[in-house]
């Protein structure tokens, strides 16, 4: 310890605890032990920031013991985030939120990892070795408001409710560096409006309900595809989505088990379509009628709007990595491509009815992915043998 005063703002992610580091360019998130903070922040910085990290309690009322710092690659005071940096912040914790996002698993009962969006919004404070004060900066509509001289004693943090009974396991490296690469890149300016407004309805804050969060899944689509109608938007969405995923298999609607084509005029041209086209159509229609004149009696409903959560979920994360492949900044994984080739059949299957009745979704994707697992195996079994010969 030294009698020197070190001062700077501590960036955190304080309700996740990732598996391992992260570097997204110049930014690392390190997950840390609360007890051994000194090897991250060093000795003189390690009490105070210990103390106001334990300003975040739990459900309960009890003090994290685990976080996600964000610090500098390569800086002597790595953990000293300049306010001037929240832009870039915010950035690299949105690439790092679908890095996470996109490959959680869903459907696979109440003890399966479970994430959000609101796990990984980052905040910031300003510290010092010299005392336990804290200052904290509110954004407000033109400004912002600071408040100093704050006493960490004085001050608790309470995990939002949505957080409770979260975890984040699996985090893709690989997306997260390509997602930072798209957001720099002039081909892709609405990408990472299109993960804001995502992120945004995929935080399951319950100030927003499931139409409102609907509605915002859909204007997300809409960014994320790049779509510029000046005629039915609800058409050229699910005609963009259509060709995005054009590279895998499909069911066509007329083929389809359980899911309906509109009763008018067009369900003759629908019978072509594949299921994932109707979906994004109908979500769409769903934020139309919403934001604008009611739903129309011609208009099908094959998902609830909990339904269309999910499958938005699913859906936006995997077109997300189509986007980013044909544009070079990530290859799929063969996880990747298994989940992509069943993506009618989720559509097209049995939600079930509680505990007695499981949903279908899990198991097809289990079994698809044991069976390209197996494939690939054997295939590369044959190889070797053949070369040995």
């Excluded at 870039?88 to 696979?108: D, G, I, P, Y």
Aim: aromatic fraction near 8%.
């Amino acid at each position: 310890m030294t009698d020197t005063v070190q001062q700077g703002r501590l960036t955190v992610l304080p309700w996740v605890h990732l598996p391992h580091s992260v570097r997204i360019g110049s930014l690392v998130f390190t997950p840390v032990e609360i007890e051994r903070i000194a090897s991250v922040v060093g000795e003189d910085m390690a009490p105070s920031v210990a103390t106001i990290l334990r300003t975040h309690v739990d459900q309960r009322g009890q003090p994290i013991t685990a976080c996600t710092l964000v610090l500098k690659a390569g800086s002597k005071n790595r953990w000293d985030v300049s306010r001037r940096s929240w832009p870039t912040v915010h950035k690299a914790s949105a690439a790092l939120a679908m890095a996470c996002l996109a490959e959680q698993e869903f459907m696979r009962g109440h003890f399966a990892a479970h994430l959000n969006a609101t796990m990984f919004r980052p905040v910031s404070f300003a510290v010092s070795s010299q005392h336990d004060h804290m200052a904290l900066s509110y954004p407000r509509r033109g400004g912002s408001l600071l408040a100093g001289g704050l006493r960490a004693a004085d001050v608790k943090f309470q995990q939002p409710y949505q957080i409770e009974g979260t975890r984040c396991d699996v985090v893709n490296r690989r997306l997260a560096s390509g997602l930072l690469k798209a957001f720099r890149s002039p081909s892709l300016p609405y990408l990472s409006e299109a993960i804001e407004i995502f992120l945004l309805g995929h935080a399951e804050t319950p100030d927003l309900d499931s139409q409102t969060c609907v509605t915002l899944s859909a204007i997300a689509f809409e960014k994320l595809l790049n779509v510029e109608s000046k005629g039915q938007t609800s058409l050229a969405v699910s005609e963009k989505l259509a060709t995005l995923w054009s590279g895998f298999p499909s069911i066509n609607m007329r083929d389809a088990r359980r899911v309906k084509a509109d009763p008018n005029k067009h369900a003759s041209v629908q019978q072509d379509w594949p299921i994932r086209q109707k979906w994004v159509k109908e979500l769409y229609e769903t934020r139309s009628a919403f934001s604008h004149r009611g739903s129309l009696p011609d208009r099908s409903s094959n998902w609830k709007l909990w339904q269309h959560m999910v499958i938005a979920a699913f859906a936006f994360g995997h077109s997300l990595k189509l986007i980013l492949e044909a544009k070079g900044f990530y290859q799929l994984t063969d996880t990747d491509k298994s989940d992509c080739g069943v993506f009618d059949r989720l559509l097209d299957s049995d939600w079930g009815s509680g505990d007695a009745k499981p949903p279908e979704w899990s198991s097809i994707i289990s079994r698809e992915r044991f069976s390209n697992k197996f494939d690939t195996d054997w295939k590369e079994f044959l190889g070797r043998s053949q070369h040995q010969q």
